[in-house]
């Protein structure tokens, strides 16, 4: 069999945005209400498929809190991809996720693949008034610095695995 192209993935985001439930979501197609904070950064990995390339997704989960801001380099520095997660119903959780992508810019290594991802999607479709952040606004801050972009819902599933894959196709094969 043909060996996994390995890639270390990162979360970065502010607290209680979804981070651990995307994780769980595309590792382990499952979802649990009100899950209890990372502490630190949590490991998991997964395999992935995409054309002829196999993939293993050794992905890194880190606590948003303030607290653990200085422990992300550890989890970034060597990171061939990082997703960097807002909330869809919190503003505030952009321009936190924008100061990681800046960080990662200057500190990541330069050919690091980043996707924002706006999520809690489903509390949008339940109520539109729920929505803080413009999907135009946030795609249009994503083309300008070239990341992907996605808006997820971790809760239903919705394209949680479509992010995964369009890293995984930026991922030059070995
Ligand atoms: P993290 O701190 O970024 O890892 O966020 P968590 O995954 O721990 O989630 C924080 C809270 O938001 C929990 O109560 C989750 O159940 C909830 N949550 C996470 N993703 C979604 C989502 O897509 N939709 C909704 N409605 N709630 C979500
Ligand atoms: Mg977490």
Same mark, same amino acid.
């Given at each position: 069999s043909i060996k996994a192209t390995q890639v270390k993935l990162v979360l970065l985001g502010?607290?209680? !945005?979804g981070k651990s439930s995307l994780v769980i979501q595309f590792v382990q197609q499952g979802y649990v209400e009100n899950r209890e904070p990372t502490i630190g950064a949590a490991f998991l990995t997964k395999k992935y498929q995409t054309g002829e390339q196999s993939i293993k997704f050794e992905i890194w989960d880190t606590a948003g809190q303030e607290r653990f801001h200085s422990l992300a380099p550890m989890y970034?520095? =060597?990171?061939q991809a990082a997703i960097v997660v807002y909330d869809i %119903?919190?503003?505030a959780s952009l321009d936190k996720a924008k100061t990681w992508v800046k960080e990662l810019q200057r500190q990541?290594?330069?050919?690091i693949v980043i996707a924002l991802v706006g999520n809690k999607l489903d509390l949008v479709q339940e109520d539109?008034?729920?929505?803080? !952040?413009?999907a135009e606004d946030a795609q249009a801050y994503a083309e300008e610095g070239n990341l992907l972009f996605y808006e997820t819902s971790a809760? %239903?599933?919705? =394209?949680v695995d479509a992010v995964f894959g369009a890293i995984a196709n930026q991922i030059p094969a070995p």
């Open positions: 502010e607290s209680a !945005v970034y520095r =060597n990171a %119903t919190k503003a990541a290594s330069s050919d539109e008034h729920e929505r803080q !952040v413009l809760k %239903t599933s919705e =394209n």
